[in-house]
């Protein structure tokens, strides 16, 4: 009976102990799940941080990106109104100087007064001029008389050779007298034409007609041949109908401008009135100097109204054959390497291109060259933009 207590017992005892087995797993397996999720929180935690300096990171890098506007380079039309300036000129104007020395004797016309050809100016009083050629015409009378002594002495001599009278050599000394005195008869003659010729220019024409633009003698003067050193014109004489127009062409435009193109000018002096003319020549040649080709216009002048001198603008209406291109004058860096566009490329990038630039419009400029009508130029870029800096690009308002 004992025996069966004490195996009670020990069959009661067994089912506690097994129970506190199992509950101390169960805390093993509490502690373990605990520990998981506070590592899983850790790990949550650690990388919620790291995730927001990331992001961080990444925003302060992009506020770092400096935001530019852009706009695209706007097409020139191809007809358009080409104005050069230009200064008119006489279409003949030529100096008038003394071809003989003496004193101004009068004059016949003003500054102002239009001459036909031929017209006498003045005339020239020529004292040494008229006593060499007095001189010159009693050395030719005495040349003359010579000679006709010569002649008869010559005849007289070659009758008595023929008779034996004299020697062949006295006969032929006087032939060779009566040859000299022929000889300087001629120089004599020929001395005094050219003093007839040089006392003919006291007498002072006008080689064509046209109109007196200067007069830089007077009475008494004294007149000096040529028109070296201190000497100066007498008269200025200008033909100002038609009235000659001098313009360059930028080299651009240089093949819509040809011989028989009409042509306009205006004057400050006389505002609302536009004078037509065509284009009588040009240079055909490109000055290397200034890139441009010279023209000359022809204006008809008959009223008198457009002056020699005068300041102009001549209207053309050309054709361009080259794609023309504008941007805003502020869509330009100008560096000591030269003007240059900042133009975002596809990758986001700044690139400095170098460009030609032509005209001035004022608030726009022309781009020659170095541009293409697909591309985006900063506007307003800063001094301190660089090639490959990377921007945010935004379109300029109103830009399509």
């Known amino acids: 009976m004992n025996g069966d207590m004490v195996d009670t017992e020990v069959f009661e005892a067994e089912p506690q102990h097994g129970d506190q087995g199992r509950r101390k797993h169960r805390g093993y397996l509490v502690a373990i799940i605990l520990g998981i999720i506070f590592l899983v929180a850790a790990i949550v935690g650690i990388m919620s941080r790291?995730?927001?300096r990331r992001a961080l990171a990444d925003e302060t890098e992009q506020l770092a990106i400096a935001t530019v506007s852009i706009v695209h380079p706007k097409v020139e039309s191809p007809q358009e109104e080409l104005v050069l300036p230009s200064t008119l000129q006489a279409f003949t104007e030529s100096p008038i100087y003394a071809r003989t020395n003496g004193y101004l004797k009068k004059w016949y016309h003003d500054i102002g007064s239009p001459v036909h050809q031929g017209e006498l100016l003045a005339d020239i009083e020529t004292p040494e001029i008229d006593q060499e050629l007095m001189q010159a015409r009693a050395a030719r009378d005495q040349s003359t008389a010579q000679l006709e002594i010569a002649k008869s002495s010559a005849k007289r001599w070659e009758s008595l050779q023929k008779m034996d009278?004299?020697?062949?050599?006295?006969?032929?000394?006087?032939?060779?007298?009566?040859t000299q005195g022929q000889a300087a008869l001629a120089s004599a003659s020929a001395n005094v034409r050219r003093?007839?010729?040089?006392?003919?220019f006291k007498h002072v024409y006008a080689p064509f007609a046209g109109t007196i633009t200067r007069r830089n003698t007077d009475i008494g003067a004294l007149i000096n041949a040529g028109n070296s050193g201190m000497n100066q014109e007498l008269f200025v004489v200008a033909l100002v109908n038609p009235i000659r127009v001098y313009v360059d062409v930028p080299e651009i435009y240089a093949p819509s401008v040809r011989r028989g193109v009409n042509a306009s000018i205006e004057l400050p002096s006389l505002p609302g009135q536009r004078f037509t003319g065509s284009v009588a020549r040009t240079a055909d040649a490109i000055d290397p100097g200034t890139r441009t080709l010279?023209?000359?216009?022809?204006?008809?002048?008959?009223?008198?109204?457009?002056l020699p001198g005068s300041y102009a603008q001549v209207h053309f209406g050309v054709h361009v054959a080259t794609t023309r291109l504008s941007v805003p004058v502020n869509a330009l860096l100008f560096r000591s390497e030269g003007p240059r566009a900042a133009v975002v490329?596809?990758?986001?990038?700044?690139?400095?291109?170098?460009v030609v630039i032509g005209r001035d419009y004022g608030t726009d400029v022309e781009i020659l060259g170095g541009l293409e009508t697909s591309e985006s130029i900063v506007l307003n870029p800063s001094d301190s933009l660089e090639e490959g800096q990377p921007v945010h690009a935004t379109k300029e308002s109103g830009q399509s």
């Open 50 to 52: 790291f995730s927001e």
């Open 165 to 178: 009278a004299v020697a062949q050599q006295e006969t032929d000394e006087r032939s060779s007298g009566y």
């Open 195 to 200: 003093l007839e010729q040089l006392e003919s």
């Open 294 to 306: 010279r023209t000359e216009i022809d204006v008809p002048n008959s009223d008198g109204k457009l």
């Open 345 to 354: 490329g596809s990758d986001g990038k700044v690139h400095l291109k170098p």
